[in-house]
């Protein structure tokens, strides 16, 4: 509720804005799916690039936990091919590999070994070596 009164009162505002984002959050975090979809849609298409950025990225964790895996990919692959700083390039990757890491485990393995290539020395790396530690070889 507060994060939506931030929101409304200072909606012309950076702090307005991220306090919807924050909002969308917590509706994700709640279960509330649709209203959830439906902020994270409206702030990813909003003039904000770096909030849209992680918009997105909500959006696509939203589609994930309503098993839309697809629709959640396609974002993450949009991402990669469009990184901002709040979302760089190598977390888009991550959340792609990770979504494959259940459902596609030779791409997962394919995109945690491109990332430990990409990142080597990198938080991102020592996640991708990680991950494809856990993964059936």
Do not use: W
């Not at 909606?11 to 959830?36: M, N, Q, T, V």
């Not at 950025?53 to 959006?59: M, R, T």
Request: with cysteine.
């Amino acid at each position: 509720e507060k994060f939506n009164q931030v929101a409304k009162d200072y909606s012309h505002y950076a702090a307005g804005r991220l306090a919807r984002y924050y909002a969308a959050i917590c509706l994700r975090d709640l279960g509330k799916f649709p209203e959830a979809e439906k902020e994270f849609q409206a702030l990813a298409q909003g003039g904000d690039a770096q909030l849209a950025s992680l918009a997105k990225v909500g959006l696509a964790s939203v589609y994930e936990q309503t098993n839309r895996a697809s629709e959640a990919e396609k974002i993450y692959k949009e991402i990669e091919d469009h990184p901002t700083e709040t979302v760089p390039k190598s977390a888009a990757t991550i959340a792609r590999a990770d979504l494959s890491y259940k459902t596609n485990p030779a791409e997962a393995t394919t995109l945690y070994q491109q990332i430990q290539k990409d990142y080597a020395g990198t938080p991102a790396a020592d996640h991708a070596a990680q991950m494809l530690a856990k993964l059936p070889h």
